[in-house]
């Protein structure tokens, strides 16, 4: 508990931002991108920009896990549904729109539609349900793949199959500095992917696009550090990769999470919403646990999702572009409540965060 309090002490944090207010004459202007829904809620819910100078910018990227989730692929999910299949799947995915439903409005419909809390959870029910099929919706970056891999490896029950949809954090940074009218001077990594993927995968962005790059925990000291770290290599004109978290965080990752994702998928190009296809940014189960990917299973075909409703700037919001209050559906025709776009319905999603923040 010690510890904890002392990564939320607003003195410490007062003395941090002061150190990045003396670095930022000499840093210019600075526009820091982190790519985590958990750091968005930190850095809105603690009010950490109004502790940065005017020059110094944090926005947030498709750092949620369930906002760059395709319609295509809730599709897929309603139409496993719709088919008589139990679909198992976290909380957050129930109110993601699709392109003409969500999993909520289908269980509303009639289908079997359930809420695990782990993938385990699912395979439990199937094995008490015998007589039913059941499929885990699973979604998420690197941080929630090893737990699937471990139930696809771990021979599941012949009536369990898998919609997988996980993504790959990595391809999506590096698209973000395609982007030509997007300023952006340093990265914040997330701690939670970085625990399992480790410090190699962002070499690439100090080496090749000479991108400070920084790995970040979750606290307000954590993400203000993180900053500080960053205008300081940029006032040095350096590009460098660094630890911010070495708390969880090791430079080779874990290891046997790895091992486990490498044993059970394979990496292919993926769509995330908003934003597209993306080489290398997806994974699939192996040629060998074919019998458990649910979409040959059950003959799954959706045709091309509807990612962004119209007046819906969901797409903007994701890559950083714009600010949830600069959409005009924000709290209006857009709210908690009744979201119109991916980014309202998590609560990682920017949009969700800005919102509870706004209500409380």
Known sequence: MAEKLRFRDPEFAKGIASKIK??????????ICHICGTHEWTITHYGLR????????????????????????????????????VVTCFGDVLRVPGSQSSLLEAKAAGADVRIVYAVSDAVEMAKREPDKQFAFFAIGFETTAPSTAVEALGNPPLNFSFLVSHRLIPPAMELLLGIG??????FIAPGHVSAIIGMKPYELFP???????VVAGFEPID???AVYMIVKQVSEGAARLENEYPRVVKWEGNTKALDLMNRAFMVTSGNWRGIGRLPDSALQLRESLKDLDA?????????QGRDILLGCECHLVIIGKIKPNECPMFMKACTPAKPIGACMVSSEGTCRVWAKTTSE
């Not at 003396?22 to 526009?31: D, E, H």
């Not at 100078?53 to 949620?64: D, H, M, S």
Request: hydrophobic share 45%; glycine share 8%; proline share 8%.
């Open 181 to 186: 009218d997007l300023q952006i001077d340093g």
């Open 223 to 225: 993400v203000l550090m």
């Open 207 to 213: 080496r090749v696009y000479r991108m400070p790059t």
């Open 50 to 85: 109004s502790l940065l100078p005017e020059n110094v910018e944090v926005i947030a990227g498709p750092g949620c896990p369930v906002c760059i989730v395709p319609a295509a692929e809730i599709d897929e999910a309603v139409q496993l549904a719709k088919k008589g299949v």
């Open 22 to 31: 003396s670095l930022a004459p000499k840093a210019g202007k600075v526009k």
């Open 295 to 303: 979409r040959a299973k059950f003959d799954v075909k959706v045709e």
